[in-house]
């Protein structure tokens, strides 16, 4: 239970710096790994040079 909550709370604090114009999906991928797919490539180069 304590994983759900603390993934839920890093999705959203996530989404709230980042603010990504097309939105964003992370999926919690097992064993501290996650996936994360932007819809916009946009978001992904901001992501990708450290903007938040």
Not at 31 to 38: A, G, N, P, V
Not at 42 to 48: A, H
């Amino acid at each position: 239970m304590a994983t759900v909550v603390q993934f839920q709370a890093m999705r959203t604090t996530l989404v709230n710096l980042w603010h990504p114009h097309g939105g964003v999906k992370i999926t919690y991928m097992g064993e501290k790994r996650f996936l994360f797919q932007f819809y916009y490539e946009i978001d992904l180069d901001r992501f990708l040079d450290g903007s938040p």
